[in-house]
């Protein structure tokens, strides 16, 4: 149990061009999604906490214009990179909670998107 | 505030070995601690938790003991395998909004 997929898992992208990313907990609904980027041998930055049906919530220093998130069901998150740049290649990472309460606080992640922009 | 400090990789060992790869953390409160996985090409797995002082968690083959008096949770293994090679994240949540605490990632790489 406890399934998080993502689509898809690379794309390649023009400058300037828009990617959607889907993140989709499976077999278990999700009140809470993560998204995360990863650098090359760097640890897991998170960029954003979306809670179903209301705004995402951004860390310090991300772009909220750039990073669209979208947490419209219980078992779907998006984030779309608007006008992509080469500096937004990276992997991204989502990660879904059941709860907030222990024991269900636990975090389970989905494999990641290579985004690559040219 | 709450940060979670790992040693730096690559730690390279041959099969067989014990490994240890340390993480020492500093957080109020009683955080619940962490080691991930990320085998090469796949995405973060749990590879074991525990969520209070003196807890040890284990799965594999590893473990690590939660050690409230030095702020560590240490990840060890008796005899690593060659499937063991990938990069090992420790991590903390806060008993507060219990988002994840990342370390930096400990690469481990086993020859055979």
């Known amino acids: 149990g406890a399934v998080v997929s993502q689509h898809p898992s690379w794309v390649i992208c023009k400058s300037g061009t828009s990617v959607k990313i889907e993140c989709r907990s499976l077999?278990?609904?999700?009140?809470?999604m993560f998204w995360y980027r990863q650098f090359p041998k760097q640890s897991l930055m998170l960029m954003a906490t979306?809670?179903?049906?209301?705004?995402?919530?951004?860390e310090q220093g991300v772009e909220k214009d750039k990073f669209l998130i979208n947490h419209a069901s219980l078992t779907l998150s998006t984030l779309t990179v608007t006008s992509a740049h080469p500096e937004d290649s990276s992997f991204y990472i989502c990660?879904?909670?059941?709860?907030?309460?222990?024991?269900?606080?636990?975090?389970?992640f989905g494999p990641g998107t290579r985004l690559t922009v040219t | 505030g709450n940060s979670v400090t790992q040693m730096e990789g690559p730690v390279t060992l041959s099969e067989e070995a014990f490994l240890t790869i340390n993480c020492t953390y500093t957080?109020?409160?009683?955080?619940?601690l962490f080691w991930y996985v990320q085998y090469p090409g796949e995405g973060l797995q749990l590879l074991l938790k525990?969520?209070?002082a003196d807890d040890k968690g284990s799965n594999k083959g590893f473990e690590a003991t939660y050690r409230k008096e030095t702020t560590s949770f240490h990840l060890e293994k008796g005899s690593v395998q060659v499937s063991d090679s990938a990069v090992y994240f420790c991590?903390?949540?806060?008993?507060?909004?219990?988002?994840?605490?990342w370390g930096a990632g400990t690469k481990l790489i086993i020859k055979p």
């Open positions: 990660s879904a909670r059941e709860g907030m309460g222990f024991p269900n606080y636990e975090q389970y």
């Open positions: 979306s809670n179903e049906g209301s705004k995402a919530t951004y």
């Open positions: 991590a903390l949540s806060s008993d507060s909004n219990y988002q994840l605490i």
């Open positions: 957080a109020t409160g009683y955080p619940s």
């Open positions: 077999d278990f609904q999700a009140t809470t």
């Open positions: 525990a969520t209070k």
